[in-house]
């Protein structure tokens, strides 16, 4: 067709007149075989920049790896242009990734504030690094907070408005909650922007009917409670500040939440985590089998273990190696994947890492104090340090000018960190930018197990798998 040699002449005069290298962000596994001969033998790619898999032939890998553009068949060449797989040869490509980060913050449409609208806490988490108080935010600070946010609104740009409710526990300051979302609500559509929040939860009070509330009435689409593990676990650490324990409450309310009839209706995602030390690891297998033996796999939006950091304490000290994590999650993963669970795999692309990037974003904790870190309110180690931006109570004038941490992909192009000369920089944004500046490893768990994830990705597509799959991204591209 007179089309198709347009296209493939045009293909191969590019080849012929530009340099191309082999992207540095390109993570391979080994060969493996593919037949019960074994005459079939592939590598998996993954390029971090594109957040793409490819299955490649033992032949074409090579070729891509040697860099024989000359031997590739122009649509292969292509595809692996397009999905960055292949890159210009002149192109610095770390500064390419900065840039395209840096650009998304600067361009972002979502304004997206936490609040924390009470300084309180049941519970006495042993690795909880905030100190708490029977303080709420009083409403002479509600119309400083309205102001304080419509003054972060660029107008054309910024197209909604999310709000975390975050805490100490935030269900403990309900009657906030109730009252400032009307008021968020009109600032936003005043300001022609949807509006919409989540809330972080030790799930203790949280009652159906309570659930309902804020699905129904409060503009909350999310709700992420915390399980440490079965009873015998999570009560040895998520206690009350009394040691009562507190796994048989929760879990009662989560039941009674994802077996209501109406349940999808309410169109409020239910997420649970699970905060992973060396104490609690052997309680992640036995709570995957308890939420699959009561139905939680299909209800939930997903369930995961993450590991323990530093909260401007120790606690970071009992937690697992990143290498061992990684190594865990592999097998909770497969466990998960036998139970029905929902998950990823494989990564995203990663532009704007967390709040402390955005230009516009912050958090205000219950006393009015502005921080750029959801890490560090009600934290004594951070009193007077540069995270406090600023009071509400006082003029703008008095705040700081510039947000700690804000200039963290600068740091990272300038490579002040070994995130500069990572693969994985592309899918992670280098992690968390203020467990680095703490001298803290940061790295995510795909840093270490990456390969692993890729070849479960690809077993998860052939025939003879479990069928128990309910998804699985994203699965690699066979070339």
Wanted: contains cysteine.
């Amino acid at each position: 067709m007179p089309g198709c040699e347009l296209n493939c002449s045009i293909i191969l005069l590019t080849i012929n007149t530009m340099t191309y290298k082999l992207s540095y962000y390109i993570v391979f596994t080994d060969e493996f075989e593919t037949d019960a001969e074994g005459l079939t033998r592939k590598r998996i790619a993954f390029s971090t920049r594109s957040a793409k898999a490819l299955v490649l032939s033992a032949e074409v890998c090579h070729q891509l790896m040697d860099e024989r553009w000359d031997e590739l068949s122009s649509d292969v060449f292509d595809k692996l242009r397009t999905l960055k797989f292949i890159v210009p040869g002149d192109e610095h490509e770390l500064a390419t990734i900065i840039d395209e980060n840096n650009e998304a913050s600067e361009k972002e449409s979502l304004l997206y504030y936490v609040i924390q609208n009470t300084a309180n806490c049941q519970l006495g988490c042993d690795y909880c690094g905030q100190v708490h108080s029977k303080h709420n935010i009083s409403p002479d600070l509600y119309e400083k907070i309205l102001d304080r946010i419509n003054s972060r609104i660029i107008p054309g740009q910024h197209k909604s408005l999310r709000i975390g409710w975050f805490g100490g526990e935030p269900l403990l300051g309900l009657k906030q909650i109730r009252e400032m979302t009307p008021l968020l609500r009109r600032l936003a559509e005043g300001n022609q922007l949807t509006y919409s929040a989540k809330v972080v939860t030790n799930g203790l009070s949280l009652k159906e009917g309570i659930f309902e509330e804020l699905a129904t009435q409060l503009g909350i689409d999310q709700v992420e409670v915390t399980l440490d593990g079965t009873a015998e676990f999570h009560d040895h650490r998520r206690h009350t500040k009394e040691k009562e324990s507190t796994f048989d409450i929760i879990f009662r309310n989560l039941k009674a939440i994802i077996d209501r009839p109406d349940f999808f209706d309410l169109k409020c995602q239910l997420t649970l985590r699970c905060n992973v030390d060396e104490r609690n690891m052997g309680g992640v297998s036995p709570l995957i089998q308890l939420l699959a033996e009561n139905g939680f796999p299909e209800k939930i939006g997903y369930f995961y273990p993450v590991g323990v950091y530093s909260w401007g304490n120790d606690a970071h000290k009992k937690s697992l190696t990143k290498e061992e994590f990684a190594e865990k999650e592999i097998d909770w993963m497969m466990e998960m994947y036998e139970a029905g669970f929902k998950f990823s795999l494989l990564p995203g692309r990663v532009k704007a890492v967390c709040l402390a990037v955005s230009p516009s974003s912050e958090v205000i904790d219950a006393f009015g104090n502005l921080y750029n870190c959801t890490e560090v309110p009600y934290v004594d180690v951070y009193k007077g340090s540069q995270h406090e931006m600023g009071n509400l109570r006082f003029p703008a004038e008095t705040y700081a000018k510039v947000k700690p941490l804000n200039n963290w992909n600068d740091q990272i192009l300038n490579e002040e960190f070994p995130c500069a000369t990572c693969k994985m920089l592309p899918v992670c944004g280098g992690g968390c930018p203020k467990s680095w500046n703490e001298q803290m490893r940061a790295c995510p768990s795909n840093k270490f197990n990456i390969r692993e994830k890729l070849i479960l990705s690809y077993l998860s597509t052939r025939e003879g798998f479990s069928d128990s799959l309910h998804e699985l991204h994203t699965a690699p591209t066979f070339v």
